[in-house]
């Protein structure tokens, strides 16, 4: 199986402040297709996950520009500019080369 | 608009079998792939299992010998069905069309 390995913010993160967060995959997501096959993805307090990025850097239908992402084969970051009140959650990056599909191990975002 | 609801019984006996309905509405699933994904309370989320557009399905290799999914395309439905459940398989359980809408999610504990 693929493992997915997140990075620690140094949180409290003030507001108005950027954010990066790592994913690392033990094996490359680059296909011969040339898509990176990895997704964000936020799950804020309380709630369901929420798709953010997909592909590796688009978008998903309406979320903020202020969401992006980027990325080698196997180093991925998601950048957050300009952190605000409901940014506040945890990120997963996942997977979607092989099965299983795997997921990171979370990062938690927490605002001064 | 597109919207998924899982439904099932909130306790299970440990040993007893875990049955789950996602109900589907605003796709069809013999045009999409639905996933089932898990999340023990205050811990990650973990994949479990796809059933494709054309019926076919993949597992978690660590829940393989346990899972079951199948649907009822008539009934716009995908089912789980997972046995021997003990008590590290409490969780909430979310059903998700291919990553970019998901259930509200259903809480299963495993307890006598």
């Known amino acids: 199986d693929i493992v997915m390995t997140q990075g620690a913010l140094p949180n409290p993160v003030p507001s108005g402040e950027s954010a990066s967060i790592t994913c690392q995959s033990s094996?490359?997501?680059?296909?011969?297709?040339?898509?990176?096959?990895l997704n964000w993805y936020l799950q804020r307090p309380g709630q369901s996950p929420q798709l953010l990025i997909y592909w590796m850097s688009t978008r998903a239908s309406g979320v903020s520009d202020r969401f992006s992402g980027s990325g080698s084969g196997t180093d991925f970051t998601l950048k957050i500019s300009s952190v605000e009140a409901e940014d506040v959650g945890v990120y997963y990056c996942q997977q979607f080369l092989e099965y299983p599909r795997t997921f990171g191990g979370g990062t938690k975002l927490e605002l001064k | 608009q597109v919207q998924l609801k899982e439904s099932g019984p909130g306790l299970v006996q440990p040993s007893e079998t875990l049955s789950l309905t996602c109900t589907v509405s605003g796709f069809s699933l013999t045009s999409n792939s639905v996933h089932w994904v898990r999340q023990p309370p205050g811990k990650g989320l973990e994949w479990m299992g796809i059933?494709?557009?054309?019926?076919?399905?993949d597992y978690n290799s660590a829940l393989k010998s346990r899972l079951s999914i199948s649907r009822d395309t008539s009934k716009s439905q995908v089912f789980l069905k997972m046995n021997s459940l003990q008590t590290e398989d409490t969780a909430i359980y979310y059903c998700?069309?291919?990553?970019?809408?998901w259930g509200q999610g259903v809480m299963v504990t495993v307890s006598s």
């Open positions: 094996k490359s997501l680059l296909h011969s297709n040339g898509k990176t096959y």
């Open positions: 059933i494709r557009s054309g019926g076919s399905t």
């Open positions: 998700t069309r291919s990553s970019d809408y």
